[in-house]
């Protein structure tokens, strides 16, 4: 058996844009896609918590260093800009690797730089 498990996350990412005109999917930093090993084209789930949509779409990577959260095409819709998200990779892992799993947690700060690389999420905890 295989488990959907989370396997890379950015944490409160403030979007940097939201153009309805370009092709979907999202921009990202490729500098903090490194961080959390996530790839350009894998599926994502986006999390606005300014509105509470939820999205899925794919990544294309951005200029490194630059800080881009970008939401294109159709998502421009349900994000705005300045609004705070979180990003969700998920991977399948087989069940005898699940115990020794630790996903990539990036907390952000407001300019969408790194502040912390966690490897859990402790239960309770407000980031």
Request: hydrophobic fraction near 50%; avoid cysteine.
């Given at each position: 058996?295989?488990?959907?498990?989370?396997?890379g996350k950015i944490h409160r990412a403030t979007v940097t844009e939201a153009?309805?005109?370009y092709v979907g999917s999202i921009t990202i930093d490729e500098d903090i896609l490194d961080a959390v090993g996530m790839v350009a084209n894998e599926?994502?789930?986006?999390?606005?918590n300014n509105n509470g949509a939820r999205l899925e779409t794919y990544i294309i990577p951005g200029e490194r260093g630059s800080g881009v959260i970008c939401l294109n095409g159709a998502a421009a819709?349900?994000?705005?800009?300045g609004?705070?998200?979180i990003i969700i990779s998920y991977a399948l892992i087989p069940e005898e690797k699940v115990p020794t799993h630790h996903p990539k947690v990036a907390i952000m700060d407001e300019y969408n730089r790194i502040k912390e690389l966690?490897?859990?999420e402790p239960a309770?905890?407000?980031?």
């Open positions: 058996m295989f488990r959907h498990m989370m396997n153009n309805l005109n599926k994502v789930q986006i999390v606005n819709r349900l994000v705005q800009k609004d705070i998200v966690i490897h859990a309770n905890t407000i980031m």
